[in-house]
C-alpha cells in the first residue's frame, strides 16, 4: 500500500474492507505518526492506545469509517472511561461515566478512538494553548499556530496523525483551525449534529460538533453517519434530500455567489489574502456562477455587542454547573479569558442577557435575508495567514491588546454561528511563506448539499491534496 498518510478515511477503510490491511496495522500506523510528531506539535493530549488496541482487535461496526483512527477534541463530548479537562485546571475530571450521543455515532462509523486533542480552555479563543496543555502547533510551521479552538484536531489530521478528527465550532473554532492547517472544516446547520442530553451550556446554539478532514468526502460521509435526528430532541432537524456523500460528486448548477473582504473594523485584509479572496472569485465565475462583490451589511458592533452578553451570561451559567459539581468557586486555576467571561456573565442582569437575545434575532434576520438574493456567501476565514505562535497570547495579562489581536486576525467566521446557518472552510491557496490560506463558503440555513457539491467541484478545480506540510506522514 502508499504510506497511510497518504490516504483520507474512507479510502484508509476500503483497504480494511478488502482486507489489504487490518484495523490493528491502521492503528500502529497512527500511533507511530503520534509519538514521531507529538512532541513537536502538541496535538494529542491524552492517549489511549491499549484502549484502541482492543477495540482494533475486535468486532467493529460495519461503518463508512471502518477501522479508521480518530482522535477526540478534549471539550465537551465525552467518552465513557476518558477524562475530560476541557483544557482547565478547575474543570478537569477523571473519567466520564458514558459516551455522548455522538461519540456513540463515531463508533457506529467503524472509527477507532485513539485518544483527545489539545484545545484552549473552555474553548474560548481562536488560539489553541493553555495554562494546562501549552501551544499547540502547525504541521506546516511550527512556530505558527494551528487555530483554535480545534487546533490539536487539525494539527494532528494535517500532520497525517488520523485522516480525520472530531471537532466543535462556536464561533470559528472548526474553520479557523481548518484554515490555519489547510484542511476542510465544516461547521454545521445548528442541531445537525446531536447535542446530547448533558449538553446544557450549548442551549444558546451557537456550537456545533463535526470534524475536520483532508477531503470533501470525508468530511460529507461522517455527516451522514451522524447527522440524523436525534430521539426526544427539543429541535426541529433540518431535512436533506440524499446522502451528503452523493452530494460531493454532482454538480452544483449555476449558484448565485456574493463575496466579500469585509470586517467588523473595517480595516483590509492582508494583501495575500485579498489576491487568494478574488482568485477564487474568478475561478466560480469561469465555472458559470453569477458571482458579484457584496457584503453583508450589517452592524457588526451592534451584533457583538449583543454576542457578547448573551455568550457571557451562559458561561456564567455553564461555570454555575461546573461550581455545583466541584463544590468550590474557582480560584486561580481558570485563566484569565475565562474569569473575566465569568465575572461578565455573573454581574449582568437578565435584562441585559434578554436584550442580547432579542437584538441577536432582529440581526440574524437581516443576515439571512441577504441569503434571499444570494445561495453563497464567499470570504477569507482569517484576515490573514496563520500567525506566529505567541501573538496570540492567551496568558498574558494585557487582555485588551490581546482582544485586539484576536480581532485583526479572526474577522469572519463568527455571523453563522448566531444565524445557526452551514459555514466552511476550503484550504485553496497558500502564502508565499507557505501557510495555507482558506475561503469560506456559507449557504442558507441547513443547505449543507450546496456546499458539499460546490466544494467537490473546487476540489477538483482548485486540488489541494498534493500539498504536504513541513512535519507530515
Known amino acids: 500500500m502508499q504510506d497511510y498518510a497518504d490516504y483520507d478515511g474512507l479510502g484508509l477503510a ?53 477501522g479508521v483512527p480518530f482522535l477526540i477534541k478534549d471539550l465537551g463530548v465525552r467518552v465513557k472511561g476518558w477524562p475530560r479537562t476541557s483544557a482547565s485546571r478547575f474543570a478537569r475530571l477523571d473519567a466520564d461515566a458514558e459516551d455522548s450521543i455522538l461519540t456513540q455515532r463515531y463508533r457506529e462509523a467503524g472509527v477507532v478512538l485513539v485518544g483527545k486533542t489539545n484545545t484552549p480552555e473552555f474553548g474560548i479563543p481562536g488560539v489553541t494553548t493553555s495554562a494546562l496543555f501549552g501551544p499547540c502547533r502547525n504541521p506546516w510551521n511550527p512556530d505558527h499556530i494551528s487555530g483554535g479552538s480545534s487546533g490539536g484536531a487539525a494539527s494532528a ?40 442530553v448533558h449538553d446544557s451550556d450549548r442551549a444558546i446554539g451557537f456550537s456545533v460538533d463535526h470534524v475536520v478532514t483532508r477531503t470533501v468526502r470525508d468530511s460529507a460521509a461522517m455527516l451522514d453517519v451522524t447527522g440524523y435526528p436525534q430521539p426526544a430532541s427539543p429541535y426541529a ?24 473582504s469585509e470586517t467588523p473594523t473595517g480595516a483590509p485584509v492582508d494583501a495575500e489574502v485579498r489576491a487568494a479572496l478574488e482568485r477564487a472569485a474568478e475561478t466560480l465565475a469561469q465555472l458559470g456562477h453569477d458571482v458579484r462583490e457584496e457584503g453583508l451589511g450589517i452592524d457588526y458592533r451592534l451584533l457583538y455587542q449583543a454576542q457578547g452578553l448573551v455568550s457571557a451570561s ?25 474569569r473575566r467571561l465569568y465575572e461578565r456573565g455573573k454581574a449582568m442582569s437578565g435584562q441585559d442577557a434578554m436584550w442580547g437575545w432579542q437584538q441577536l434575532r432582529l440581526l440574524n434576520r437581516a443576515i439571512l435575508q441577504r441569503f434571499e438574493t444570494w445561495d453563497v456567501y464567499l470570504t477569507p476565514v482569517l484576515n490573514m495567514p496563520p500567525p506566529r505562535v ?7 495579562d494585557d487582555l485588551r491588546e490581546f482582544d485586539k489581536r484576536q480581532a485583526a486576525t479572526f474577522g469572519f467566521t463568527p455571523p453563522f454561528n448566531m444565524t445557526g446557518q452551514p459555514s466552511l472552510s476550503l484550504p485553496l491557496a497558500q502564502s508565499q511563506g507557505g501557510l495555507p490560506i482558506a475561503m469560506m463558503f456559507t449557504a442558507k440555513y441547513a443547505d ?7 466544494a467537490g467541484q473546487l476540489e477538483k478545480e482548485m486540488p489541494w491534496k498534493d500539498r504536504k506540510p513541513m512535519v507530515w506522514g
Open 314 to 338: 451562559n458561561f456564567a451559567a455553564a461555570m454555575r454547573r461546573w461550581i455545583e459539581l466541584k463544590g468550590c468557586e474557582p480560584g486561580e486555576e481558570i485563566e484569565g479569558l475565562a
Open 448 to 454: 449543507e448539499a450546496t456546499l458539499f457539491r460546490l
Open 14 to 66: 476500503e483497504l480494511v474492507n478488502k482486507r489489504d490491511v487490518t484495523p490493528a496495522e491502521l492503528l500502529d500506523a497512527a500511533i507511530a505518526r503520534i509519538e514521531r510528531h507529538n512532541g513537536e506539535l502538541n496535538a494529542v493530549v491524552y492517549k489511549a492506545y491499549d484502549e484502541a488496541r482492543a477495540t482494533a482487535a475486535g468486532e467493529l461496526p460495519d461503518g463508512p469509517f471502518k
Open 237 to 260: 432537524h433540518p431535512k436533506q434530500d440524499r446522502p451528503y456523500l452523493e452530494e460531493v460528486s454532482r454538480a452544483p448548477g449555476k449558484l448565485r455567489i456574493a463575496f466579500s
Open 390 to 396: 505567541g501573538y496570540l497570547d492567551t496568558l498574558t
Open 157 to 196: 489530521v494535517a500532520s497525517g496523525m488520523v485522516p480525520l478528527a472530531h471537532a466543535s465550532d462556536g464561533l470559528g473554532s472548526i474553520r479557523i483551525p481548518a484554515a490555519c492547517c489547510g484542511l476542510v472544516g465544516l461547521k454545521t446547520t445548528r442541531d445537525r449534529n446531536p447535542n446530547g
